[in-house]
């Protein structure tokens, strides 16, 4: 069954760092999410992703944050300077199609720790 | 055991029992809904969703209920497995989002 992948499972970075998690969506899919969910809280929505632009985005999706689809495969989330808060789960995903027609499949997740 | 009524974060089930895990959204504008499980150490897994404009919807094992009027939303869960432990999530889209909101999670533990 196709799954969408996620590397690194733990990175961890000091506090100013860049840090870019990678995910590889199921291969025809073309809507793209990132979410996240800090540790004993409920995931949280960060921005979504289609036709090479960002469809929606939350208050947490400032401007140190990007998303990026380099290539064919492959979608990052950028943190230009992380912060102690940034420490979280983050949580890929990928559908078929829109919210409401496809199901949206999630990767295992990176578990980001700021120092 | 079953639980009823407010949004419990832990249930603890007796494995064969019938589960029901509660979910109160926000937003009346939200049109489509989804329940997905949680294990540890891994992403949500999709297990149903449902449409706003139905009130019910069955699939392997599990059945949403949703009711509107009260902004309410339950997954029922049947002959409950220990497989099923997990924590279980719902998660609301709003008319035009391109988001999902998820709510507060339940803590199903399944007691052999």
């Known amino acids: 069954e196709p799954e969408v992948t996620q590397t690194p499972s733990h990175q961890v970075t000091q506090m100013g760092q860049e840090v870019i998690l990678r995910c590889v969506p199921i291969?025809?899919?073309?809507?793209f999410y990132w979410y996240r969910q800090i540790l004993g809280q409920k995931v949280e929505f960060l921005v979504s992703?289609?036709?090479?632009?960002?469809?929606?985005k939350s208050e947490i999706f400032d401007d140190q944050f990007s998303v990026e689809r380099p290539d064919g495969s492959n979608f990052t989330l950028k943190i230009r300077s992380t912060k102690l808060e940034d420490s979280a789960m983050y949580f890929c995903?990928?559908?078929?199609?829109?919210?409401?027609?496809?199901?949206?499949?999630f990767g295992p997740g990176t578990r980001l720790t700021v120092t | 055991g079953e639980s009823v009524g407010l949004h419990l974060p832990t249930l603890s089930v007796q494995e064969g029992d019938n589960s029901i895990i509660n979910c109160a959204y926000s937003?009346?504008?939200?049109?489509?809904f989804i329940w997905y499980k949680q294990e540890s150490g891994k992403g949500p897994q999709f297990i149903i969703d449902?449409?706003?404009?139905?009130d019910k919807r069955q699939g392997q094992r599990v059945t949403v209920l949703l009711n509107k009027t009260v902004k309410h939303l339950s997954l029922q869960i049947a002959a409950t497995q220990p497989g099923d432990s997990a924590v279980y999530f719902c998660?609301?889209?709003?008319?035009?989002?391109?988001?999902?909101?998820f709510g507060a999670g339940t803590t199903v533990t399944v007691r052999a």
């Open positions: 995903a990928s559908s078929d199609e829109g919210l409401d027609r496809g199901e949206q499949y």
């Open positions: 992703f289609y036709n090479n632009e960002i469809s929606e």
């Open positions: 291969s025809n899919h073309l809507y």
């Open positions: 449902i449409r706003s404009n139905m």
């Open positions: 937003n009346s504008a939200s049109d489509y």
């Open positions: 998660a609301e889209k709003g008319t035009d989002d391109y988001k999902l909101s």
